[in-house]
């Protein structure tokens, strides 16, 4: 009796990412993968909820241990060839809290230009420089207090985040 072996190899990239990412080749198809995760979702996962949206899988914790910093897993197969995939993994917080946070840099990021304009207007005028120093000052210091904010979720999230790295193992693990 001939048995096939597999070796999962994962490969990561840096921890010091808030948005870790993933890698792993499988030696099975596409559609195969899909139609197993699609499965494994059907059943009732106290603790994993998910979905699958055009080759894309969602998997994310139950609304009942849900909190803000709740993680989700962001699975994308591609295809390499028709007996072989490709799974991209990322972790990162729901969109809800991923798109608060760019606003929130975006709005940081454009007031640290208005305010660069000001000095050079008021340097120029010859006027007060003291608010624009200020805001120049205090603007950088809330962009570092929300990098370690994402830091401090991220943290929290962790354990969330190793049982849906696990869920999706299993999966993967599974079908071989």
């Not at 099975?28 to 899909?34: A, F, P, R, T």
């Not at 803000?68 to 028709?82: C, D, G, R």
């Not at 990098?147 to 991220?154: R, T």
């Amino acid at each position: 009796m001939n048995k096939k072996v597999k070796i999962l190899i994962e490969k990561r990239n840096s921890e010091v990412f808030l948005r870790p990412r993933f890698t792993i080749d499988l030696n099975v198809g596409k559609d195969e993968v899909l139609q197993h995760f699609y499965n494994e979702l059907q059943k009732q996962n106290p603790k994993i909820s998910g979905n699958i949206v055009d080759g894309h899988i969602f998997i994310s914790i139950s609304k009942k241990e849900d909190h803000f910093w709740s993680p989700q897993l962001h699975l994308e197969i591609v295809e390499k060839t028709s007996e072989t995939a490709l799974l991209k993994g990322l972790f990162g917080p729901k969109p809800q809290v991923w798109t608060l946070f760019m606003f929130i840099h975006f709005i940081i990021g454009f007031g640290f230009l208005a305010f660069c304009v000001m000095l050079y207007s008021r340097i120029s005028l010859k006027a007060s420089l003291f608010f624009p120093i200020l805001m120049l000052i205090t603007l950088p210091l809330i962009w570092i207090l929300l990098y370690f904010l994402g830091k401090i979720g991220k943290s929290t999230g962790k354990n969330q985040m190793k049982d849906l790295h696990n869920f999706m193992l299993k999966v993967i693990e599974h079908q071989f």
